[in-house]
């Protein structure tokens, strides 16, 4: 089982480490890895056909996929807790009112649709701008409010120093759309 869990947990890391937002496009059921990988994203996009099931109670297994890690932080320790030890299937309304999807659009076909918008919106958007707040967002949990303040303040000091910063405030002066690199 190792030799199929570690590259798996590799690509998880990747995803949590990535300096760009990541979206899952979740049509249809994900159970075990799939709801892991879901829940490893930044946003996860479903449709009314999704269903999420933690699954690995019932082969007798416990989580991987860092689904230990990243189901708390999403709807907190207890919820977690319910959730991957009664092994009970989230349908899209549950899953998107636990915060576990984003957004859940009207059609299955959509979803997919969905995912690619935001995947280009987040093409066109200040790169740098969304690395400092995905490593902002990764060290929120883990420090103090003083300490997160003072990581805020160097943050948004490299971005307003940087292009995309100057561009951004130019073209909201300009009453323009930013054109980011």
Known sequence: MRSIALPFHRFISTLLDADVPTIAAVRGWAAGGGMSLACATDLAIGGPGTQLLPAYPTIGYSTDGGLSWTLPRI???????????????LDAPAAHRLGIL???????????????ELAEQFARGPRGAYAE???LLRTSGSLSATEQLQLEVDAIARTAGSDDGREGVAALLDRRAPRFQ
């Open 102 to 116: 984003s957004e859940v659009v009207d059609d299955d076909e959509a979803v997919v649709q969905r995912a690619f």
């Open 75 to 89: 709807v907190g320790r207890r919820a977690a807790a319910s959730i991957i030890l009664t092994n009970a299937p």
């Open 133 to 135: 707040i995905k490593q």
